[in-house]
């Protein structure tokens, strides 16, 4: 066990390594930092010093071992747009989606899971209603479904707001939207948005593994032996669909807090996806570098965890001791 | 204590009472703009956003008024001293926000600020040869040459206390780190900076001890940048912010329509014009002409400049928003020249006949570089105006990339005609003809964008007799000729001046100036 976990994390540090590395190499197309960085008067000597001091007119290799080097000692460098340490600017953005994150995973999950035993249970006009409507929410991009809800709740009704976090609190260096109304009330429309897909994969993979466990012989063993349907289903049949949905919901949050970028962005969610994107707008190199090399771990850490969680779940795992 | 709570009691029903009149009240006033100032460093970025939004925090020893024009500000009168440079008589009864008094001594160190290596506004004082403190509340500065448009210049040039700057150390811009001034601010301004959070919220609050009378009743503004527009709508139509700026051409007519709310419509500083590559030997994009380059030709230049329907464009594209330009800078600008107010008429015949002439008359392909977010409707324009060109033969091969890509593109010389909008700084005709008009030269820091290297002997030999001539008639002469020769040489293709289009709530009272610089002490609410 112990030894699994340590080879997953040497694994996690050439992943981080390798993303890295690919993303350094397509920096120099994302353009010229400089000319983001300076006024339209400012000469063009002055921008060569800029740039020199920046170290941009090294070769590639250079600068890509001057950022591990520097990773490797703590230093996450600064800013090109705001020249906030970068460490520092993405720490104060994570709870942001952090929230944003465990409130569509949350809602995909209260939603999906019964909705998808629901679905496999019983035919009928609910159920061809919800297998329906999810197929259409997934089909829409995040940014219509969206705009759409911005439209419908925040203008048409003006029941939630349309845009921003609302009032937070801080808590240490954490700020979170859990302690206020304003903070949960504008947590919903983007957490609906975000977790849409989620919440129709969900339902349709518990849908799936449920009618797949219900062929099998021992459900039909303990409906003859007169088990009532609510153990039958619950304990015996759902329980047995969790490590696939495990498994898919995990790296699903992965993709919420590393994808998050649209729907942060229609919200104005100040998250690290709206950091990201204007980092992108802005060429801020240092910024993109450390948010994808986090984006990186998120998804290592995650693939860890869902792992471990089988161990707990599934009995077999455990008894082939962890040897994957 | 008791009396103070007295006291207090008795301002809240003061309060309550103008309430309910609707006289005056408190105020907080949310807006919204595209994206947020990249520091509150008043040297550290010369860029629009940033000095736009600083202006309401800082000032300088002048300021615009409502129509551009100079006015005194921290300087209650400034004289020439001769052709030596000018003389500032500050005011003196002046203190920045926590509470220390202004004097000479801030503005010799905001001036060795702003003009240090670090700075990015020092080009401003590339003219000035040394500064010097005459008194508590006059300060000399000296020009390397007659400087006078000096004052004009340094609008933007804001004045930081030196003992808070040298407390928190930040004696200096930040150049790669931050350091204390890029959060926290300490002006003399009609606001004071009460929080930021860089790209999620900045709150202003009125200075108490501002010199100035403050035409504002806002007592809390707060603005957050909203990148998406329809996002930005949203809020607005919602209620959440009372303005917005700017918003997207095809919203207008709906807005417009809106009971509630407003849109307040302006020019900016900003023409919109097409460039050539003037300098180099052989088109880069053309398929059919090698080793040669059809755009020295002026008959050419003239086809292209001939072959667009400007009045369609603004009406098409521009819905009408915008106003035909001849020249690089529009009628607002100091120095604009009357006599040379006319267009070329657009005329595709015309056009023909000149690519006819050039010997040209099969026409042929050539490269458009344009940006697709850095003007309004950039890319759109771009388009309409490549079908304009192809109808006479100047088969253009588009090109539209967002800004980050397209300086660098243009710097490396990759196009063989570009899109390029120019605001001029110092809201003087003498800018653009610094930037993009004179012989590009690194050294004597001129043409820096003029990207194809457009040369005229004699405009070169104008500038500096523009920069130094103090006799306003005089320079107005030498503007015209300057104007006339790049008009014939068809340097530019110069197209409109760029609209402002900002909407707020109905209940909103505002100034648009034309440097697109959102002031908020002449912001009313009703």
Partial sequence: MLSFIIRRLLQSLFVMLAVSLIAFSLFRFVGDPIAQMVGQETSIEDQENIRERLGLNDPMPTQYARFVGNLAKGEFGFSYRTRQPVNELILSRLPATLELGAVSLFISLIVGIPAGIYTALKRGFLSNALLVTTLVGISIPTFVIGIFLIYTFGVALGWL????????????????????????????????????????LTMRLVRAEMQEVLKTDYIKFATARGINYRSLYLHHAFRNTLVPVITIIGLQLGGIIAFSIVTESVFQWPGMGLLFLDSIRYVDIPVMSVYLVLIALIFVMINLIVDLAYFAIDPRVRHRGGDD | MKLTLRAMLFISMGTALTLSHGITSAETFKWAGTSDP?????????????????????????????????????????????????????????????????????????????????????????PVESVVVVDEHTIDFLTIAPNPLFPDSIANFMIMDKDWATANEAMRPSSEA???????????????????????????????????????????????PIGESATGMAALLSGEIDFISPIPLQDVPRMKQRAGFKVHEGVEARVLMFGFAHQIDELKFSDDVSGKNPFQDVRVRQAAYQAVNVDALIDKVMRGNAQPAAQLVSDAMKGYSEANAERLAYDPEAAKQ?????????????????????????????????????????????????????????????????????????????????????????????????????????????????????????????????????QQDVAYIPMYVQPLIWASKDNIELTQRTDNFFILRWVTIQ
Avoid at chain 1, 169 to 186: C, E, I, M, P, Y
Avoid at chain 2, 195 to 216: A, F, H, I, Q
Wanted: charged share 25%.
């Fill in chain 1, 161 to 200: 707001p349309t845009f921003g976090r609302g009032e937070t609190v801080q808590l240490g260096w954490w700020q979170t939207n859990f302690l206020t109304l304003s903070g949960w009330k504008a947590l919903i429309l983007p957490g609906i948005t975000l977790g849409v897909y989620q919440l129709t």
């Fill in chain 2, 38 to 126: 990249q520091t509150m460093d008043p040297h550290a970025n010369n860029s629009a956003p940033v000095l736009g939004f600083l202006n309401n925090v800082y000032e300088g020893l002048v300021r615009r008024n409502k129509a551009m024009k100079i006015e005194p500000a921290l300087a209650e009168s400034w004289e020439q001293l001769g052709a030596d440079g000018w003389r500032f008589n500050l005011r003196t009864d002046v203190t920045f926000h926590d509470g220390s008094a202004f004097t000479a001594d801030d503005v010799l160190f905001s001036y060795e600020r702003a003009s240090s290596e670090e700075s990015d506004v020092r080009s401003w004082f590339s």
């Fill in chain 2, 354 to 486: 000149l690519m006819k002439d050039a010997g040209y008359a099969d026409g042929f392909s050539f490269g458009l570089q344009c940006p697709n977010d850095r003007y309004i409707n950039d890319e759109s324009i771009c388009k309409a105006a490549a079908s304009m060109f192809a109808k006479v033969g100047l088969n253009a091969k588009l090109t539209a990339m967002p800004v980050r890509n397209y300086w660098p593109e243009l710097r490396e010389d990759n196009f063989d005609m570009y899109l390029l909008g120019w605001s001029p700084g110092t809201f003087d005709a003498e800018h653009p003809i610094r930037f993009l008009a004179s012989t590009p030269n690194e050294e004597k820091k001129l043409g820096s964008w003029n990207f194809g290297g457009y040369s005229n002997a004699r405009i070169d030999e104008l500038l500096p007799m523009i920069q130094t001539e103090l006799d306003d008639d005089k320079r107005q002469a030498m503007i015209d000729e300057t104007t006339k020769l790049m």
């Fill in chain 2, 178 to 224: 931050e350091n204390f001034a890029t959060r926290n601010a300490n002006g003399t301004g009609a606001f004071t900076l009460a929080s930021r959070d860089p790209g999620v919220k900045t709150t202003l609050k009125p200075y108490e001890g501002w010199w100035d009378t403050l035409e504002s009743n806002i007592t809390e503004a707060v603005y957050t």
